[in-house]
């Protein structure tokens, strides 16, 4: 079952300007960062509340991290996909696929939360998203 929007996501190539935006203009706090293997902060959430988030991710390292090409970035540009939270990931994959989508496999993402992928006609990356009991969205927020 679809419970909810999980997360909006958007590259950048100004890390710094953006967490500052979101986390001191805005006030959202982060809630967890994502590291590359090396090590490296990619990615920050931003918690929105009742588990919904604004996920950015440095452009280079996220390219590094899962490859792909690093693209300029135009303004309007940055936006990836929107994610939808949901409970029987599997179940709702095999729904898709009988109506027709085309779903990818579920894996594990390093946020700990299960996902798969779908598209929109228009080609929208939409990610499908299980929190799991090891996922960090639902994990106490981090010290500021």
């Not at 953006?18 to 490296?40: C, N, Q, S």
Request: hydrophobic content about 40%.
């Amino acid at each position: 079952m679809i419970r909810q929007l999980a997360h909006v996501c958007f590259f950048t190539d100004q890390i710094d300007a953006m967490v500052a935006f979101y986390r001191d203009v805005l006030g959202f706090p982060v809630k967890f960062t994502l590291a590359t293997d090396d090590g490296e902060t990619m990615g920050y959430y931003f918690d929105c509340g009742n588990t919904t988030f604004i996920e950015i991710f440095d452009q280079k390292l996220a390219v590094k991290q899962w490859g792909g090409q690093v693209q300029e970035l135009k303004p309007g540009s940055q936006y990836k996909h929107f994610c939808l939270e949901v409970t029987g990931l599997a179940e709702v994959k095999a729904m898709l696929e009988a109506r027709g989508v085309e779903v990818s496999p579920i894996k594990t993402g390093l946020d700990h939360s299960l996902q798969a992928w779908i598209h929109d006609p228009d080609g929208n990356a939409i990610e499908l998203m299980e929190y799991t009991h090891a996922s960090l969205q639902l994990r106490r927020a981090m010290a500021a």
